[in-house]
DNA sequence: CTGAAAGCGCTTACAG
DNA sequence: CTGAAAGCGCTTACAG
């Protein structure tokens, strides 16, 4: 019998069952290719050395881990958290263990973490956009681990996307503010460098003044991360500005959020001084006073189909392709018409 | 030169490079130990080849990762999100990875996202609380890998901490809830089985109450799991009740908002018809409407303490001890005193 | 400073 | 049904 003091190891199963590493390793992977007795006899082996199999080891000869990479621009807020937690629960009823880690919106972080994920076996990776160097994907390929985009629906891209049409979501959004009444409307947008979604609600703001014939010049932008203090900030330089909006739209919740804080604080009211809209329809929309108009972003959907696409990729080296939801919208109190 | 159809190897480097195996793996890990001139042409090679290592054959190879796994009970809302983001950030800056993975609060799947960690090489685990399975720490300690519990302290266990006194922390600011008048007070509690803050937590309301000589057979329990919603359904209970309470005190501020919210629902007002307390200081606690009295958590420097300490752990094989961190209250509209 | 070789802990054709 | 043995891709004493 060997060293007992260290982590026990498939030899050492072996020995003390009396059988060969081939077998203990059969009667792990694929119990039914081994006989009752001798499986027994292994398995109680196993039980009394509390062994557990070497990952590395594991993955280096059989070139699978059953695990899934995520990572996510942050953890902070929750926006990805509802989306994260059904990819999550449907890796789980799978057999993949999903592994997480954020870049901070930072691109280069970003690239390290995808090769951390990489280096460390990930079978298949979620991401969210496409909006990255090529030679990441170029990498990915090679490596051969598959990896799926979310939060974004793009048809025409080659890498495989799960989401909603951004930019139409948001010009439907606009549609209905300028329906109401709304001329003068500004927008605290998410930083829309290297972030296509951000870019792309932008371009939906834009597409829906066109079609009530706006100008666009008269459309304020102010670009900020999307942290609710921000939201805060860029909400009081536009309340102080020379021409107040009406209607001030948000390149996501958060920011709507922390929007609708500083008008309070500035002793203002929400709607009455100022409409404020937001996307994303995560749990904070609801519960700020006056609930939040938002428009509804299917994350608990989205996040599972991403993981059955992604799960497909990996076993059956399919392709992908596009998956198109719905978002639709959420009109709360938080908008309301211009009185005529 | 081998089939560049694949992943490249040490071994494709070595012969592109025109050098050994070891060579090259000096090169990658501690390059001084190597002259100028094979360094660069092994670099070429790396370069050229586009080689990565491959982790599981390094980690098994070398028994280190620079990976730290934390496991937390949800990814939904922003409890753990601001700690766990100062926890990546100071490992990031000391060469390390962070992965992490979610509980759903139940100690089967935190087990077997213990066990997908270690299996997966991680250096060092952080895990929420103490309160679990003897076995799994028995398991952790054979497995070579030192664990670090956040979000508690307690310096008579022998599991390492970094937080702050649940149980302390709650008593203050009960004490201060009676001190404003409230004597028919309820709570909004966590489910305390098997979660230690949750019950160190209700324990403090406990104390509290004793210390202002209120008989703890008036006080009205309710436990749910950590989600508005949950919060609101228990509010509306809790109002609708014979003995309406003047205080409603929460065991975190995510319940406290649901709370809010169908106080709100209700047609009733916070504070005037009952006051809420919540627990922890996320950003909910002052967007909320009014403003969440709540006890302030020290997220980032818990994060970071963690961190380094962890790092210390598998570096320096410490034993890692209990730090503890101060929590303080904030005292904010949604709580205020009885007329008199 | 560099290389040959053993070893890390598994899996999996290939025999029998 | 089971075993002997090669192989996965690295690292690291040990020589030289």
Redesign the pocket.
């Known amino acids: 019998m060997s060293d007992m003091r260290s ?1 026990p ?3 050492d199963v072996a020995r003390t069952a009396g ?5 203990v ?2 009667c ?2 694929s119990p039914d ?3 009752e ?2 499986r027994i006899r292994v398995m109680n082996a196993v039980e009394q050395l509390g ?1 557990t ?2 990952f590395g ?2 993955v ?3 070139k699978r881990t059953f695990t899934i990479g995520a990572i996510i621009p942050t953890m902070e807020n929750a926006i990805f958290a509802r989306g994260l937690q059904a990819f999550q629960e449907e890796l789980h009823t799978r057999g993949y263990t999903l592994l997480v880690s954020s870049s901070a919106y930072q691109p280069k972080i970003e690239e390290e973490q995808i090769r951390a994920l990489v280096a460390r076996g990930a079978d298949g990776l979620l991401l969210i956009g496409h909006d990255r160097d090529p030679a990441l994907y170029r990498y990915l390929q090679r490596q051969g681990v598959p990896s799926l985009s979310a939060w974004v629906y793009d048809p025409d891209s080659d890498q495989p996307t799960v989401g909603f049409d951004n930019r139409a979501s948001m010009c439907a959004l606009t549609e209905t503010v300028t329906s109401l009444g709304h001329r003068k409307i500004a927008v605290i947008s998410g930083i829309t460098e290297g972030n296509d979604r951000a870019r792309a609600r932008l371009e939906g703001i834009r597409d829906g003044l066109r079609k009530a014939a706006i100008p666009l010049e008269t459309l304020t932008v102010i670009e900020t991360p999307y942290e609710i203090e921000n939201g805060a900030v860029a909400c009081e330089t536009l309340m102080k500005g020379a021409d107040r909006p009406t209607a001030i739209m948000c390149g996501n919740d958060v920011l709507a959020v922390g929007a609708m804080r500083k008008v309070r604080e500035l002793g203002l009211s929400v709607p009455d001084d100022v409409s404020i809209t937001g996307f994303d329809d995560i749990e904070l929309a609801r519960i700020v006073n006056p609930p939040l108009t938002t428009v509804h972003v299917p994350h608990r959907d989205m996040g599972k189909r991403a993981a059955a696409a992604l799960i497909d990729m990996v076993e059956k080296r399919s392709s992908g392709g596009a998956i198109e939801l719905q978002s639709s919208l959420r009109l709360r109190e938080s908008l309301k018409a211009i009185p005529r």
Chains 1, 2 share one sequence.
């Not at 059988?19 to 077998?23: C, E, G, K, L, R």
């Open positions: 982590v190891t498939l030899d059988v060969s590493t081939a077998t390793s059969r792990l992977n290719r081994v006989v007795g001798t062994y199999p070497n080891a594991r280096m000869a059989a």
